[in-house]
């Protein structure tokens, strides 16, 4: 099993930056593959970015492909997300995910069922 505690969210303003943060304690950290999702108020939760476990792959959605970047630090049990060029649309509770190693994550890396634990959650808001 593995906790994760995102850290990093906040109320900014359209343009603005923001770096989120996930701290995953527990298994070994660089057994799974990890996923950033959001889910805005009365919408569902929505895929946002992916990592594999060893960070030589990466997945965006396209709403945030080109402004957010995940990067991971195995030796630090951590997986981040630069978000640049935030808009009002990007505000949403964040949160990070899990999924342990295996033959299917680059198909399957969007979709919420494939992550096996989630942390908390951090919000974002970016005011217009």
């Known amino acids: 099993q593995v906790q994760l505690v995102e850290s990093g969210g906040g109320l900014v303003q359209t343009g603005d930056s923001l770096r989120l943060s996930c701290a995953a304690s527990?298994?070994?950290?660089?057994?799974?593959?990890m996923g950033w999702f959001r889910q805005a108020p009365g919408k569902v939760r929505e895929f946002v970015a992916a990592?594999?476990?060893?960070?030589?792959?990466?997945y965006y959605a396209d709403s945030v492909k080109g402004r957010f970047t995940i990067s991971r630090d195995n030796a630090k049990n951590t997986v981040s997300l630069q978000m640049n060029s935030l808009k009002p649309e990007d505000t949403a509770v964040y949160y990070c995910?899990?999924?342990?190693?295996?033959?299917?994550?680059?198909?399957?890396?969007?979709?919420?069922?494939?992550?096996?634990?989630w942390g908390q959650g951090t919000q974002v808001t970016v005011s217009s």
């Open positions: 990592i594999m476990w060893s960070g030589g792959s990466t």
């Open positions: 527990g298994r070994t950290f660089s057994r799974y593959h």
């Open positions: 995910a899990a999924s342990p190693r295996g033959p299917y994550y680059s198909d399957r890396y969007y979709y919420s069922g494939t992550y096996d634990y």
